[in-house]
């Protein structure tokens, strides 16, 4: 890579390229409200948008702890697809029926998206390319088989399709891609442009947000919640949580996920690598290791790589490292050079991370507490941008108490699946995710790994937990 070294921050490319925004005013004082919102990211603002949706009129508070848009939702990939490779979890899940309507819905939620942004003019360079699954290793030659089957069995079989090496290098013809699926139901968006967007009409269509506001609890009661925060309280008769990976800090919340953290590198502009690749279509692409690699192109022609190897966090405390990591920005570096050594002497202009919030079944899960009147959402696993969407519809309409088909999909309450508690969670998953670092760094040279480490990567299966992929 070339000598200059990229800037290093906690909020990386997009929130930089997207530029400032005037932050709202902290909470002062009390307030009552229909629908009051914790958390401003994709999660909180389109439920907050939903909800003007189902009742126009309807008084909402949305509090934020830092700035909207300014946490994962406007730092992640961009990554825009349906859940079509999940089908083969989804349905050992929640039978044919209940696993097609989760994937039919994500799939509708690509396109939702897309329409939105032209409807409200928010450029957030959508753009609908479709998601390409590659493997770049001979490990990982097995890993979309099953849901490509599962896709085939259930009468879906031309949403995600194999593709042999051939195919898949006509896309991104990368030294190491062996083979891989295609899902059509894919697209790409600015994740930064997006945030801020839906912020903006958010405050045009009424909207009261409070930024540089923590709420430190929800209380109950027979007449609803109050939401507690430094500057004063909130009122109202339902409340939604919407924190990412801060719910792991949350009563009641605490065993249900894990948070753990993800990179990224974007480098200068490179047209001219994207047209020797023939990298030309705009394809969202990641391999298919457990702490997989994502990469896509930018609208002015930079590749944005990912890796989700960052580390795990003590419970909700992530304490920097979550955001800048340079030990796992430099293995990410070398990861892009391997996966395209054309671009070898090109500058990385900016390095990130951020947390992300990981469920046991790395499926999403929204739901309620015991009462009714508090609604909440998490576990998007590096993988929000659809979910959100889809999950602002459905906690909107918990919130407002009206049962539609979104309430009735089957993230909505599934059977609970426990992490382990501190610090046993820490400890135990920081040896499964050396171990699996292990695995694949032996995978890569095409190696097996030894049978100490092929234990230690099943104990999570083992436990009903699943790990990557």
Request: charged share 20%; proline share 6%.
């Amino acid at each position: 890579m070339s000598g200059m070294e990229p800037a290093h921050t906690p909020h990386g490319f997009w929130l930089a390229e997207a530029g400032p925004v005037e932050p709202r005013p902290p909470l002062a004082g009390d307030l009552d409200a229909d629908v009051v919102i914790v958390g401003g990211g994709y999660t909180g603002m389109w439920t907050a948008w939903q909800i003007g949706e189902l009742a126009p009129g309807a008084r909402i508070a949305l509090l934020e702890a830092d700035r909207c848009g300014h946490g994962p939702s406007g730092r992640n990939g961009g990554f825009a697809h349906a859940m079509w490779d999940q089908l083969h979890d989804l349905r050992a899940r929640f039978g044919d029926a209940g696993g097609l309507d989760i994937a039919r819905a994500t799939a509708d939620a690509v396109d939702a998206l897309g329409a939105w942004c032209g409807a409200h003019g928010v450029d957030a360079w959508y753009r609908r390319a479709g998601y390409l699954q590659v493997a770049a290793s001979p490990a990982q030659d097995w890993v979309t088989g099953e849901a490509v089957a599962a896709c085939a069995a259930l009468g879906a079989g031309d949403e995600f399709v194999a593709l042999d090496a051939d195919a898949v290098r006509a896309r991104c013809a990368a030294p190491v891609f062996r083979g891989g699926a295609f899902m059509r139901a894919g697209a790409s968006v600015h994740p930064a442009r997006l945030a801020l967007g839906l912020r903006a009409r958010l405050l045009e269509r009424g909207v009261t947000i409070h930024e540089g506001t923590r709420v430190r609890r929800i209380a109950e009661g027979p007449a609803g919640v109050v939401a507690h925060a430094g500057g004063g309280r909130v009122r109202a008769p339902a409340a939604v949580l919407a924190v990412n990976a801060a719910a792991a800090g949350w009563p009641g919340l605490r065993l249900r996920l894990t948070v753990a953290s993800s990179h990224m590198v974007i480098t200068e502009p490179v047209p001219d690598v994207l047209e020797a690749l023939g990298w030309t279509g705009g394809e969202c692409i990641a391999d298919r290791r457990t702490f997989l690699h994502y990469f896509r192109t930018t609208r002015d022609d930079r590749i944005a790589f990912g890796w989700a190897g960052g580390r795990l966090a003590f419970g909700a405390r992530t304490g920097g490292r979550m955001e800048v990591d340079p030990a796992v920005i430099a293995q990410t570096r070398r990861d892009l050079l391997r996966v395209f050594p054309a671009l070898t002497g090109r500058a990385i202009t900016h390095a990130w991370g951020g947390p992300i919030d990981v469920s046991p079944t790395h499926l999403p899960v929204f739901g309620s507490r015991p009462g009714g009147r508090v609604h909440h959402g998490f576990g998007f696993t590096g993988n929000g941008v659809v979910p959100c969407h889809l999950g602002g519809r459905i906690l909107a309409a918990l919130a407002l108490d009206r049962r539609e088909a979104v309430t009735r999909l089957g993230l909505v309450e599934p059977p609970r699946v426990a992490v382990p508690p501190e610090p046993l969670r820490l400890v135990g998953g920081s040896i499964v995710r050396a171990a699996y670092l292990r695995r694949e760094r032996l995978e890569d040279d095409g190696r097996r790994a030894d049978p100490l480490t092929n234990f230690v990567t099943s104990i999570p299966a083992r436990l009903g937990v699943h790990i990557g992929r």
